[in-house]
């Protein structure tokens, strides 16, 4: 049971304030990492949110691009609108039947027929027929896809984003060839159906219904929005983006769970700070308890606890033997000033005699009382003899002088025993007794001498 006290002593008595700040540290950066965690998750859930709409919008415009490319290849191959278009240039037909199928079904805003040399042979704008040239409506990218479209050969079609009078807009350019007589296709095949879809907003409310895409537009290039793709015209620049409000599910997982999150985490480092500072307190308290019951009140020296616990752990933490000499030490004619002058100059020939003793010792010496006028140095490293005894006389001749207090001149003397180590053992409460015996044989044959204990065959010589 003992042992058990020890030890849980040992374990308050641990609590040092740089091991609970490092506690303190270690909670804090848990705190800290659990934070990061939470906010690296819910930010990662956004972005990926986020890749999944890029995926979508961008698939919409491909989907659009790919439906376009293939209506505008089925009326390349209308044989009727070969023979009208090309062959016979017979713009009435295609003002009855060509353009109002093409713009009316499908919805298509603009079509055109082009000869090899990109001349205009046929047009229809918004229903009506178009007579003006081409080039006045589609600037911007429309060459480089009749380029794209001869580049790639004569019965490729190709797709891509162009603007009209600013207005962004999709468009399809497919070589007009008759399906049941290709022997034509070859005289003909520089023929070119092109046919444009503005992006409105109607069909980007409807597109963001079924994908989800919340607050679908196009908006300007210079636009800095979170969300959003950039529209490139078939020559290469970005001239729009298909924006969205992009939905950040993170933002709402960390809104909801961060509250009770950081109120469990403020209860945790609450509870880890009152367990340390309950810790930190019972280790002072601890700490101050045992210096207490370890230092004599009066004279302010360690006391014989102190000195106990000093000789064991001296004598258990060394491999080797410990080199060291034990002095006791005790006063002359003591009992008579304090019986004469009374306790109150007793007690300060007391606290003098103890700091003068103090003062003469080397530097990790120390000086114990252990109790009434008995005192006892521990001084390490020192085991030569001559070296001892000089030290001893030194005190004897200090402690010796005169003490002056509130006007009374008292004089007391003193007697050192010695044991030395490892001459005489090791053991720490042996060798103190050894060096009591010596003391008591000084007091009995001279007193105010330094006497130490040697033995030599078992007897006794100081």
């Known amino acids: 049971m003992y042992q058990l006290r020890k030890r849980q002593r040992a374990i308050v008595r641990s609590f040092h304030p740089r091991f609970v700040w490092l506690i303190g540290i270690i909670v804090g950066l848990l705190i800290v990492m659990i934070l990061a965690v939470t906010v690296f998750f819910s930010f990662r859930q956004t972005a990926d949110v986020h890749r999944h709409e890029v995926q979508l919008a961008q698939g919409f415009v491909d989907s659009q691009l790919r439906e376009l490319r293939r209506i505008a290849e089925d009326y390349a191959q209308w044989d009727e609108a070969f023979v009208n278009l090309v062959e016979q240039s017979n713009h009435r037909w295609a003002n009855r039947r060509f353009g109002p199928a093409v713009l009316g079904r499908y919805g298509f805003d603009m079509v055109f027929v082009l000869d090899g040399s990109g001349r205009m042979t046929y047009g229809m704008v918004g229903g009506s027929p178009y007579t003006g040239r081409i080039k006045d409506i589609l600037k911007n990218g429309l060459l480089a896809l009749l380029r794209e479209r001869l580049k790639s050969g004569t019965g490729t079609s190709v797709v891509g984003t162009i603007l009209v009078n600013n207005q962004l807009a999709l468009a399809a350019v497919a070589p007009l060839r008759p399906f049941d007589r290709p022997d034509h296709s070859s005289i003909f095949a520089q023929h070119t159906l092109v046919l444009v879809e503005f992006m409105t907003q109607d069909q980007l409310d409807a597109t963001a219904a079924v994908l989800g895409l919340d607050e679908l537009q196009v908006v300007d290039s210079g636009l800095a929005t979170e969300s959003a793709i950039p529209l490139v015209t078939a020559d290469g620049r970005v001239v729009r983006q298909l924006a969205w409000e992009g939905k950040k599910p993170g933002r709402a997982i960390l809104l909801s769970l961060l509250p009770p999150l950081l109120l469990l985490l403020t209860g945790i480092a609450g509870a880890t700070g009152f367990v340390l500072h309950q810790a930190m307190e019972s280790s002072t308290r601890l700490q101050a308890s045992e210096a207490r019951a370890s230092r004599d009140m009066l004279t302010g020296l360690p006391n014989r606890l102190a000195l106990t616990e000093r000789l064991q752990a001296l004598t258990a933490s060394q491999r080797s ?100 180590s490892p001459t005489e053992g090791v053991m720490g409460v042996d060798l103190l007794r050894k060096a009591d015996q010596a003391l008591y044989f000084g007091k009995r044959t001279q007193k105010g001498t330094v006497r130490f204990y040697l033995h030599e065959d078992e007897k006794l010589i100081a």
């Open 321 to 420: 033997m410990p080199e060291f000499s034990i002095m006791y030490l005790d006063l002359d004619g003591f009992k008579i000033v304090n019986d004469t002058y009374g306790h109150d100059v007793g007690d300060e020939v007391l606290r003098e005699t103890a700091r003068r003793m103090r003062a003469l010792l080397p530097t990790g010496s120390n000086v114990y009382r252990l109790g009434g006028d008995e005192f006892a140095a521990l001084l390490l490293g020192q085991t030569d003899v001559a070296a001892v005894r000089a030290l001893g006389e030194r005190m004897i001749r200090r402690v010796s002088s005169p003490i002056e207090f509130d006007g009374i001149v008292t004089r007391v003397g003193i007697t050192i025993g010695v044991a030395l």
